[in-house]
């Protein structure tokens, strides 16, 4: 039990992928760049995301890698992994469905992503992009929907600038203020805990909705007897 929520914590902590003796080392570039198309792309959302981005950018301000590299190759590899994720919807998303839970993967992922962007329609790819969860499975359900590919293209490279570009240019901008300095570790646990605040309320509002159901169930078999 507590193995899993350990490894589940460094899954989420971005200085377990980057930081000193990290998984990707020294190679900062490209371990955000396969981490961002991994949660975008392979549908694998308990990876860091914003808190990931904005340490990157804070590398950047330390001269640890180049942020006029790192910003626009975040950005495109965003769009290319909501590609990936929008195809697999095209092709095979009516399973997802079906899927059984795992630890990795829960059907209402996909469900609530369905819901959202039923709400919010195209401009769904582009508010996605700064939900955890939502970002990985929006463009499934994009696929599954048939929404017209150009249309969808074209939120999603406005999504993945913000989203991808933005930031981490603000990491970068930050990165430099003494504040930030003494206060990284709060301020990264900071920026996880708001991105995954839209998850927490998700599965509040789920949780609350079987109870309502279970009690009208009980209510009614007690009437009834």
Same mark, same amino acid.
Request: proline residues 6%.
């Given at each position: ?20 003796g ?13 981490? /961002? ?24 301000s ?11 190759? $975040?950005? /495109? ?13 095209r ?11 795992? #630890? ?15 709400k ?19 463009? /499934?359900?994009?696929g599954?929907?048939?929404? #017209?590919?150009? $249309? ?14 933005? $930031? ?16 990284l ?9 708001v991105?995954?605040?839209?998850a ?7 949780? #609350? ?17």
């Amino acid at each position: 039990m507590s193995t899993s929520v350990v490894a589940l914590g460094d899954f989420l902590d971005p200085w377990y992928w980057l930081g000193p003796g990290g998984v990707f080392g020294s190679a900062v570039l490209p371990g955000i760049l396969i981490i /961002v198309f991994i949660e975008t792309g392979l549908l694998f959302p308990l990876l860091p995301g914003e808190s990931l981005l904005f340490t990157g950018g804070l590398l950047a301000s330390k001269g640890t890698i180049d942020i006029w590299v790192l910003a626009p190759a $975040v950005a /495109v590899v965003a769009v290319l992994g909501d590609q990936t994720g929008y195809f697999i919807g095209r092709r095979i998303g009516p399973a997802l469905f079906k899927k059984e839970d795992s #630890r990795f993967f829960k059907k209402h992922y996909v469900t609530e992503s369905h819901a959202f962007f039923e709400k919010y329609g195209p401009w769904a790819i582009i508010l996605a992009r700064f939900a955890p969860f939502l970002r990985t499975f929006t463009p /499934v359900v994009a696929g599954i929907s048939y929404m #017209r590919y150009p $249309v969808f293209l074209g939120f999603d490279i406005v999504g993945g600038t913000l989203w991808g570009g933005g $930031v981490t240019t603000l990491g970068y901008f930050l990165g430099n203020v003494p504040f930030v300095h003494q206060n990284l570790e709060k301020i990264i646990l900071g920026i996880l805990f708001v991105s995954l605040m839209p998850a927490f309320i998700a599965a509040w509002k789920t949780y #609350r909705s079987r109870r309502r159901g279970a009690n009208k169930e009980e209510s009614s078999d007690a009437s009834v007897d």
